[in-house]
């Protein structure tokens, strides 16, 4: 292994390493009650719906229909699990049929 890819590798680690340790840092330092506490833990899901959201707009029939098909297996079994896999599983069946 080249002394370069060596340097590239430890300088990655290092710098994976920084950013965890500060966010493990600033976590510790966060509120555990309160607005910010409320709005931190409702986070991570309206990062989700975010992402969501623009791959069902930009998207095509597919992703319309594979949202679809999320929203119904969701209602009817109430398991999240098995809503996002029937999603990902009927977007491959639809672009399988549509050739593309």
């Not at 060596?6 to 009650?33: F, K, N």
Request: aromatic share 8%; charged share 10%; glycine share 12%.
């Amino acid at each position: 292994m080249s002394p370069e890819a060596l340097l590239a590798i430890v300088g990655m680690a290092a710098v994976t390493y920084a950013i965890r340790a500060g966010g493990y840092l600033l976590a510790t330092r966060l509120p555990e009650t309160g607005f910010i506490a409320s709005w931190m833990k409702h986070l991570p899901g309206a990062v989700l719906a975010a992402l969501v959201a623009h791959a069902i707009t930009a998207g095509g029939t597919a992703e319309a229909l594979a949202a679809a098909a999320v929203a119904i297996l969701y209602l009817v079994t109430r398991n999240l699990f098995a809503a996002m896999a029937g999603g990902v599983l009927a977007v491959y069946l639809v672009r399988l049929a549509l050739g593309g």
